[in-house]
Antibody, heavy 118, light 112 residues
Framework: QVQLVQSGAEVKKPGASVKVSCKAS????????ISWVRQAPGQGLEWMGW????????NYAQKLQGRVTMTTDTSTSTAYMELRSLRSDDTAVYYC???????????WGQGTLVTVSS | QSALTQPASVSGSPGQSITISCTGT?????????VSWYQQHPGKAPKLMIY???KRPSGVSNRFSGSKSGNTASLTISGLQAEDEADYYC????????????FGGGTKLTVL
């Protein structure tokens, strides 16, 4: 069965960086992409960007361009999302989700809470 | 790309049917038959309920159905049950030359 297991909760200070991991299993990792989606407390889902696990091509949401980097390690079937220059409004649960090209996500990770606070 | 428009809340009694709308534009919902719907219970990850507008993943009850007309997609839940109470989100592919996905703002379903 498809599973996406994410790294644990993080607490960061404003201006710092955070890197969240997402280990995939139960399917051929390079046959799909991974989207990252975040959800601020009490708010809706916000798409952050997508990476192809096949060739590493990325597309980021315009508002996060320059602050976010998505990568994959095909040897371990793991995707990573790094967000830099953290602000308080980056406090959210961050999800990875399997995402075929040209479609919406299907399987989701359990989420990683990132708290940005001084 | 702006978020898709959903009603903030809907409600219904057990056994009734409800419909949640998701309105986009000709650049997203109207261009692709690629709308998905997710159910999210508090503290949990979203769960795929409908994909490609009207298809149900294995294991999802046939009480859930999806449709689309023009720039608006809809999720209908028939025979409401207490466990259907959750937040529901729509999603549409919105890319043309690059990959892009857009979500709706979410709808809180209350089972009375």
């Amino acid at each position: 069965q498809v599973q996406l297991v994410q790294s644990g909760a993080e607490v960061k200070k404003p201006g710092a960086s955070v890197k969240v991991s997402c280990k995939a299993s139960g399917y051929t990792f390079t046959s799909y992409g991974i989207s990252w989606v975040r959800q601020a407390p009490g708010q809706g889902l916000e798409w952050m960007g997508w990476i192809s696990a096949y060739n590493g091509n990325t597309n980021y949401a315009q508002k996060l361009q320059g602050r976010v980097t998505m990568t994959t390690d095909t040897s371990t079937s793991t995707a990573y999302m790094e967000l830099r220059s953290l602000r308080s409004d980056d406090t959210a649960v961050y999800y990875c989700a399997r995402n075929d090209y040209g479609d919406c996500p299907d399987y989701w990770g359990q989420g990683t809470l990132v708290t940005v606070s001084s | 790309q702006s978020a898709l428009t959903q009603p903030a809340s809907v409600s219904g009694s057990p056994g009734q049917s409800i419909t949640i709308s998701c309105t986009g534009t000709s650049s997203d919902v109207g261009s692709y038959n690629l709308v998905s719907w997710y159910q999210q219970h508090p503290g949990k990850a979203p769960k795929l309920m409908i994909y490609e507008g009207s298809k149900r993943p294995s294991g999802v009850s046939n009480r859930f159905s999806g449709s689309k007309s023009g720039n608006t997609a809809s999720l209908t839940i028939s025979g409401l049950q207490a466990e259907d109470e959750a937040d529901y989100y729509c999603c549409s592919y919105a890319g043309s030359s690059t990959f892009e996905v857009v979500f709706g703002g979410g709808t809180k379903l209350t089972v009375l």
